[in-house]
Nanobody, 127 residues
Framework: QVQLVESGGGSVQTGGSLRLSCTAS????????MAWFRQAPEKAREAVAY????????NYADSVRGRFTISRDNAKNSLYLQMNNLRPDDTAMYYC????????????????????WGQGTQVTVSS
């Protein structure tokens, strides 16, 4: 079955950096959109970034554009999120998500388009 396992979260101070990783298994990773979402306490889940199956197309939420970079290594079945210049409002549980229902399809920021989710990794940014 599909498994997504995130790692790389932690606690940093404002302005710091973290790199999240997500290792996928159980499906053909290179054929599907991947995305990062996050959810802060008492807030709705929000999309952070997505990347197309081949990695050529990416998109970011306005709140992270210019600070975060999504990437993937299809040879390693891995998804990454490089987060720079972190701020306290980036504090959240971060989830990787895979759309394994539509191969080579257009990626979106809609969470209901992603049918597989990891368990999340916590990112805490202190001021």
């Amino acid at each position: 079955q599909v498994q997504l396992v995130e790692s790389g979260g932690g606690s940093v101070q404002t302005g710091g950096s973290l790199r999240l990783s997500c290792t996928a298994s159980g499906y053909t990773f290179s054929r599907y959109c991947m995305a990062w979402f996050r959810q802060a306490p008492e807030k709705a889940r929000e999309a952070v970034a997505y990347i197309s199956a081949g990695g050529s197309r990416t998109n970011y939420a306005d709140s992270v554009r210019g600070r975060f970079t999504i990437s993937r290594d299809n040879a390693k079945n891995s998804l990454y999120l490089q987060m720079n210049n972190l701020r306290p409002d980036d504090t959240a549980m971060y989830y990787c998500a895979a759309d394994t229902s539509r191969p080579l399809y257009i990626c979106t920021f809609k969470d209901h388009d992603y049918n597989n989710w990891g368990q999340g990794t916590q990112v805490t940014v202190s001021s």
